[in-house]
């Protein structure tokens, strides 16, 4: 390999490991914020299920698991899917 290969090639393991942290802090800010969810939507005792924005205005507005923004609607609805299917499911 010649020098200028050597240096790309290592350019390139550089920007993939960049990209394997930042994939794994944004899979772990996901989870956080699916559990945050689960645990609302479990303290929940009323008989009408919580809506995806009345979870978000339950979200601690100091919490760490957004930077500038809460969490979009569609991400809310996605987690609250995912946990009420595994919930009936008995997972």
């Known amino acids: 390999m010649s020098q200028i290969e050597e240096r790309e090639s290592a350019i390139g393991r550089a920007v993939l490991e960049r990209l394997r942290a930042q994939n794994a802090a944004r899979r772990l800010q996901g989870h956080r914020l699916m559990m945050a969810i689960r645990a609302i939507d479990e303290k929940n005792t009323g ?18 698991l957004w930077r500038d923004e809460p969490p979009s609607l ?10 009420r299917a595994t919930r009936r499911c008995g997972r």
């Open 47 to 64: 008989s009408v299920p919580l809506s995806g924005k009345e979870i978000i205005r339950l979200l601690p507005a100091a919490h760490d």
């Open 74 to 83: 569609r991400t809310v609805r996605r987690h609250l899917r995912n946990i």
